[in-house]
């Protein structure tokens, strides 16, 4: 299978020996994820880091399995839970860091913080649902200038109460656009488990307005990568609109110590549905070692740098 | 004669034939309706492709233009009536004045939103309000109203051709009908623009020195210069009336410049009073050192909704003879 990864930091071939496979790749690509996030836990309570974060712990295959295989065109969306998109996208784990510290090196130089990221052509906000309209246009604008890109927008099962939502998937189908919307089914949103949120159909959603739809209850990337390849793969042939509806799980707290959720519920998914763990026995123990030793270095190695830069000057800001 | 409605009419017309990345988005905009208030009449015929009739969707729409915006597109957004801003109001909040600012500087997002506001012909509480005093404020927003004093279709097309901010451009149902006083139809008045402020000054022309600034924007500014002219024909009284088209940022200069000749100074708008543009208007001015105004007065809608029937209305929303009956008031010894 012959994929276009983005060149992602950290991604390049550090290894001894053989040029780092498939396998290893996507290894890479949740391990880092995975480190960041902990030390982002971890550290928390230090009082480094501004506002609030949410993790991406246990989704990580989505992020990696999708965007790993965009092309540099291609533009991402995605929502609060928003860190695992970014590394996976290619962003710079310790302009992350920098940003979640409030610091002038970070992704968008400490204005906008845990949620409110852009680089190249990715882009988050904090505001459940209402990203979805605008990633619809983003695709229609990329359709009209005929730049071939796909664009890709990330929600999860609670924001399906948001009402924009419907409006943008009835433009999204209306209009053809070429567009890929990705629901992160992780059968909780903050405290409230699916069924006191979401009634009915979460397909029919989209088949209603037809938007075709797969659905896939994994959290293997190596199941995940073929599903979002196929779909892409519809959208750069033209034919609309896609949607991938993803059974996944949220291993932490919804951003801090608030999992309201009882221990042997998540032991059992941390058992079960580790995608980092599902992963890891398709890789040579010793360069599986390699990377995890490799992914260790860089994320303290990000985060000690991110700590040690400057804070931005608020006189700076007010002449802007 | 071109009518205000003409204006921005000839203006879309230009936009779209000047710039490809110009879009339209609105419902029921397509010919031969052109849109509720037929502002885009002629458009979807001449540029098929980029004339989008779109869902009853005011929130999604308006996310749509960002979007095209933040991809390199300059998308203008038809709202049928201002009302109807407040489905979007997330979108523009939270959404389209955010981007450029928290994404420190990286994107611009030049989506227009022209939308009519306004009462006076009987359509009832939720289709004849002004409720752009709600927007202003809101950081990384610009907001424009067109005048006759000046051309309308020429705010219209720099904002939609150059502007680099997420901009609402605050039409009027009644203001449509008015010629634009152009040339010929300046009639009795004398009009200067004020240079980089957005803003025109216009006085009775051949009168004396004013004696009290009258300040209003839109269709306002239409009924207070018709009071002007009352005023001065029939009480003598002298005044000059101070209309800004861009009402955020703003820029407070010019009535700032004119109330400190006169002295007095009255805020109008059709808005509901509490919280509006003149109560910021007034609270600029009381913050200006060493200004010294004799009497400062704010004329605006009622802090009510707005009755569909006609006498109803009218008692809500200010008109010609609540103008001259305040200025006079104003100027009683
Ligand atoms: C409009 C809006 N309402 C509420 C919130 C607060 N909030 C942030 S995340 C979240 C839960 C989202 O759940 P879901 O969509 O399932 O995504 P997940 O957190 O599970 O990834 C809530 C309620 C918000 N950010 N925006
Ligand atoms: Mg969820």
Known sequence: MSIKTTQAPGKADHLEGAPENQAETWYRGMKRIRVFEETVLENFPRGIFFGTTHTYIGQEANAVGILSQLTPPDVVFSNHRCHGHF?????????????????????????????????????????????????????????????????????????????????????????????????????????????????????????AFNIPVIELDSSDVQEIHPVAQTLLGEIRHGNGPQALVLHTCRFGPHSKGDDTRRSEELEQLRRTRDPVLIHAPRLDPERRAAIDAEVAQEVAGAFTRALADPYPNPLDEART | MTTVLASLNQALHRCLAENDLVFLLGEDVLDPYGGAFKVSRGLSSQYPGRVLTTPISEAGIVGVAAGMALRGMRPVVEIMFGDFLTLAADQIINHLAKYRWMYNEQVRVPVIIRTPMGGRRGYGPTHSQTLEKHFLGAPGLQVLAPTTAGNPGALLSSAILDAEDPTLFIENKLQYLEPVLDGENRGEFEIQELGETFSYRLTVNGAPPAVLTLAAYGYMADLARKAMLSLAYEDEIFTELVIPTRLAPLEISPILDSARKTGQLLVIEEGALTLGWGAEVLARLAETDRLHLRNCRRLAGKDTPIPASGPLEDATLPGVTDIQDTVRKMLQP
Request: with cysteine; net charge neutral.
């Open chain 1, 87 to 207: 590394l996976a996208y290619g962003g710079s784990m310790h302009a992350l860091f920098a940003e979640l510290m409030g610091r002038a090196t970070g992704v968008c130089g400490g204005r906008g913080g845990s949620q409110h990221l852009h680089w190249r052509n990715f882009y988050s906000n904090g505001i459940q649902g209402g990203i979805v309209p605008t990633a619809t246009g983003m695709a229609l604008a990329e359709k009209f200038r005929q730049t071939g890109a796909a664009t890709v927008v990330f929600l999860g099962d609670g924001t399906l109460g948001e009402g924009v939502v419907y409006e943008a998937l009835n433009m999204a189908s209306l209009w053809q656009a070429p567009i890929l919307f990705v629901l992160e089914n992780n059968r909780i949103a903050q405290t409230t488990p699916i069924n006191l949120a979401v009634a009915g159909s979460l397909t029919g959603r989209f088949s």
